[in-house]
Structure formats: structure tokens, C-alpha cells
């Protein structure tokens, strides 16, 4: 079974700084990997998804992330925060019946 | 505007009862989810179903049932045999049951048994 792990909980970063969430996956056969974004009492936004191809991947708000096949990672980076970016994030992978699993997520605070 | 509502938005019920929660979508999507949200954990699949009259148990079911009688409704019911059932409910559905790409999400209903 596949499974997704977030290791960090909060992250605090102030505004103008760069930010880098990390999020290792397992799963056998060639992943389907996802970041989503909530906001507080809110559903979940997509920001970018891989499926294949280049390793970089753009998304929606500045965002990017990079697949790692030998680390089995894809970290979420973004090169200036802005306050409006403080959420909780959720890296996710999916598996071949199309069912996603998601890691716990990271809250991130920007402090101005 | 195309998208996924959730009904209500904040839900409060006494222990023992089942109560339903709503969720339609005007996406004319295949495949609808139903999660469930608790702090730290994530969000952890109930029920899923990939077409009309057809649904899956996801990893924690016990507790919950759902329908799909229509293309665009997928109610959930949170029965009296969920032991904790306050939690954060998310609906999501996605375009094509075969095929890889993302889930779009509800805006949720916060259920809090009293």
C-alpha cells in the first residue's frame, strides 16, 4: 500500500523568505504525486501535480516541486512567501485504482 | 459556475442519531470521494465510487454509509455505530474514473456530536 510522509508539522518562515516542504512517499510502481493547499475551514486547492515527463513541476501561485525517484521525495518550494500563503499543505500520492493517499500535512506560518 | 457544494457548512447532532451529510457537483464528473479530516492525520478515505449505483469502501467505512443514484449527488450518512464521529467531512470528485488526474474538492461540513 502506498503511504506519504510529512515530516515536518509547522513550519514558521517570514515573508520575502524562501520555503521548502518536504514529503517522502512509498510506493511501489511509478507515482502519481500531488500538492494541495487548505485554507483554515476550507476544502483543499490543488497547486501542482506529477505524473510523468520533467521532474520539475510548475503549479498555480508561484509554487514548483521537484520528483526525486531515488530519494522517493516531491518537495514543495516556493522562492518568496507571501502572507497569503500561510495554510496547511498536503502532499499526496496516488495509486493504480485512483484513490489518493495523504500525508498529515504541514502548517506553515509567515510572520511579517 | 461549475463546482462542488457541501451542505451544511457547520452540523451539530446528538449522540445516537444518523444524520446525512450533502454533496452535489455540476462538474458532470465520474467519480466522487468522500474523506474525513481530523487534526494531524490528514485526510483518510470513507467511501468512493467510480460511477452511478456503484461505491467502494475506502479505510474507514465503519460507521458511515453512502448512494450514488445520481451522476451528481453522493450523500454521506454518519450512522449511530461511528464511535467519533466530530471530524471535518470533505467531499471531492474527479472527471474520469479510468484515467490519472486530480481530485477537486467541497468546501467541507464540520459535524460536531453533542
Same mark, same amino acid.
Given at each position: 500500500?502506498?503511504?506519504?510522509t510529512?515530516?515536518?508539522?509547522?513550519?514558521t518562515v517570514s515573508? @520575502?523568505?524562501?520555503?521548502? #516542504?518536504?514529503?517522502?512517499?512509498?510506493?511501489?510502481?511509478?507515482?502519481?504525486?500531488?500538492?494541495?493547499?487548505?485554507?483554515?475551514?476550507?476544502?483543499?486547492?490543488? #497547486?501542482?501535480?506529477?505524473f510523468?515527463?520533467?521532474?520539475?513541476?510548475?503549479?498555480?501561485?508561484? /509554487?514548483?516541486?521537484?520528483?526525486?525517484?531515488?530519494?522517493?521525495?516531491?518537495n514543495?518550494?516556493?522562492?518568496?512567501?507571501?502572507?497569503?500563503?500561510?495554510?496547511?499543505?498536503?502532499?499526496?500520492?496516488g495509486?493504480?485504482?485512483?484513490?489518493?493517499s /495523504?500525508?498529515?500535512?504541514?502548517? !506553515?506560518?509567515?510572520r511579517? | 459556475d @461549475?463546482?462542488?457544494?457541501?451542505?451544511?457548512?457547520?452540523?451539530?447532532?446528538k449522540?445516537?442519531?444518523?444524520?446525512?451529510?450533502?454533496?452535489?457537483?455540476? #462538474?458532470?464528473h465520474?467519480?466522487?470521494?468522500w474523506?474525513?479530516?481530523?487534526?494531524g492525520? @490528514?485526510?483518510?478515505?470513507?467511501y468512493y465510487?467510480?460511477?452511478?449505483?456503484?461505491?467502494?469502501?475506502?479505510?474507514?467505512?465503519e460507521?458511515?454509509?453512502?448512494?450514488?443514484?445520481?451522476k451528481?449527488?453522493?450523500?454521506?450518512?454518519v450512522?449511530?455505530?461511528?464511535?467519533?464521529?466530530?471530524?471535518?467531512?470533505?467531499?471531492?470528485?474527479?472527471?474520469?474514473p479510468?484515467s490519472?488526474?486530480?481530485q /477537486?474538492f @467541497?468546501p467541507?461540513?464540520?459535524?460536531? !456530536? #453533542?
Amino acid at each position: 500500500a502506498q503511504s506519504v510522509t510529512q515530516p515536518d508539522i509547522h513550519i514558521t518562515v517570514s515573508e @520575502g523568505a524562501s520555503l521548502e #516542504l518536504r514529503c517522502n512517499y512509498s510506493y511501489g510502481a511509478t507515482p502519481y504525486l500531488f500538492w494541495y493547499v487548505q485554507s483554515p475551514g476550507q476544502g483543499l486547492q490543488l #497547486l501542482l501535480k506529477y505524473f510523468s515527463g520533467d521532474t520539475l513541476v510548475q503549479g498555480i501561485k508561484g /509554487f514548483e516541486a521537484e520528483f526525486k525517484r531515488s530519494q522517493s521525495s516531491f518537495n514543495l518550494r516556493k522562492p518568496s512567501v507571501h502572507w497569503s500563503d500561510a495554510a496547511e499543505y498536503f502532499c499526496a500520492v496516488g495509486s493504480n485504482d485512483y484513490k489518493l493517499s /495523504f500525508g498529515a500535512g504541514t502548517t !506553515v506560518t509567515v510572520r511579517a | 459556475d @461549475g463546482g462542488i457544494t457541501q451542505s451544511p457548512k457547520y452540523l451539530f447532532r446528538k449522540e445516537g442519531q444518523n444524520v446525512t451529510l450533502s454533496c452535489e457537483q455540476n #462538474l458532470n464528473h465520474d467519480a466522487m470521494y468522500w474523506y474525513r479530516q481530523d487534526p494531524g492525520q @490528514g485526510l483518510r478515505l470513507i467511501y468512493y465510487s467510480q460511477i452511478v449505483n456503484d461505491f467502494q469502501k475506502g479505510d474507514i467505512a465503519e460507521g458511515y454509509s453512502v448512494s450514488r443514484e445520481k451522476k451528481e449527488s453522493f450523500p454521506l450518512t454518519v450512522t449511530s455505530a461511528q464511535k467519533n464521529p466530530t471530524a471535518f467531512y470533505l467531499c471531492a470528485s474527479r472527471s474520469t474514473p479510468s484515467s490519472y488526474n486530480e481530485q /477537486f474538492f @467541497g468546501p467541507g461540513t464540520r459535524l460536531t !456530536v #453533542l
